[in-house]
DNA sequence: GCACATGCTTGAGGTTGTCAAGTATCGGCA
DNA sequence: TGCCGATACTTGACAACCTCAAGCATGTGC
């Protein structure tokens, strides 16, 4: 006990584990709604609209080979979801970046993933508002 | 804006799910120094020990098709990790069981998943003693 | 006893994931 | 200039996960 980060850092992360077990069959059960898989909708929440993004980085966020990128990407763009682009400084690139219907795709999913669980639901405002507070915190370069 | 739980719940959550997908290659890591793949963790983190779990229930738990339970709970088996057993009182039911051997690999498991990611170590102790209490809030059953 | 529901398994088919190998391009260095 | 190693992506082989439909054994209600 008491290393790196505290107890209290250990619980509340098991405890966050514990909603995210819980809540892991969120992600395909509202991916399937939009006739996705969940790494299909992930990639997609990386495209912000206008913002290309190499396979490389995508490849990155997901953690993952990159050949596995290939294929998601394939089907995406087979769906006209998104498109492979190159770039003149780097050849070797391929660019991804959404299409009018992947971004509208990608809008539906955003609003879908945002409705909170029930455990966060539950808290009352105040809690709530503590909570949002504490996770900027977490997430503030410093 | 302000509708079921609030502002501040969708954007906690928001924040969570972040969270979600930037951890989201951790599991399979941590699942490949034990040479399991995510799916196997998972079951083996509900096989709390001497605790036995019907296949249906781990089937709810997974929130995925019963068939798929079958081949999770074969590898596992295959390697000592749990055995199936009948209960007399329903013999439809084929019920899980940890080996001595599942209980300590589920024990280096739960070690491991509870090392805290960069964001929640960086917390001060005060606030992620606050996290905590907000989190155990959450989970409590009213 | 019969119809129906439930728990599990099997098989087909698609997606995700790994690894190894191959192609194209870039960058540095003689 | 020309070569060499690194990098970005693709392809192919294979394992795991996941769903659906079908089938078998067992329980439950009429």
Same mark, same amino acid.
């Given at each position: 006990?008491?290393? #790196? +980060?505290?107890?209290?850092?250990? =619980? $509340?992360?098991? %405890? @966050?584990?514990?909603?995210?077990? &819980?809540?892991?069959? !969120? *992600? ?41 990128? #290939? +294929?998601?990407?394939?089907?995406? =763009? $087979?769906?006209? %979801? @998104?498109?492979?682009?190159?770039? &003149?400084?780097?050849? !070797? *690139? ?49």
């Amino acid at each position: 006990m008491w290393k #790196t +980060g505290g107890a209290h850092a250990a =619980e $509340a992360w098991t %405890l @966050l584990l514990e909603l995210l077990l &819980a809540e892991r069959g !969120r *992600l395909p059960a509202i991916a399937a709604t939009l006739r996705l898989s969940p790494a299909q909708c992930h990639v997609l929440h990386l495209l912000e609209p206008g913002r290309p993004v190499s396979m490389r980085r995508i490849a990155d966020a997901l953690a993952c080979d990159a050949s596995n990128v #290939t +294929g998601i990407v394939d089907r995406l =763009e $087979a769906r006209g %979801l @998104l498109q492979r682009r190159v770039v &003149a400084h780097d050849r !070797r *690139l391929r660019v991804i970046v959404v299409t009018r219907r992947g971004a509208a795709a990608r809008a539906r999913l955003l609003a879908r993933l945002a409705a909170p669980p029930p455990p966060i639901a539950r808290l009352s405002r105040a809690e709530q508002r503590a909570l949002c507070t504490l996770l900027r915190r977490a997430f503030a370069p410093t």
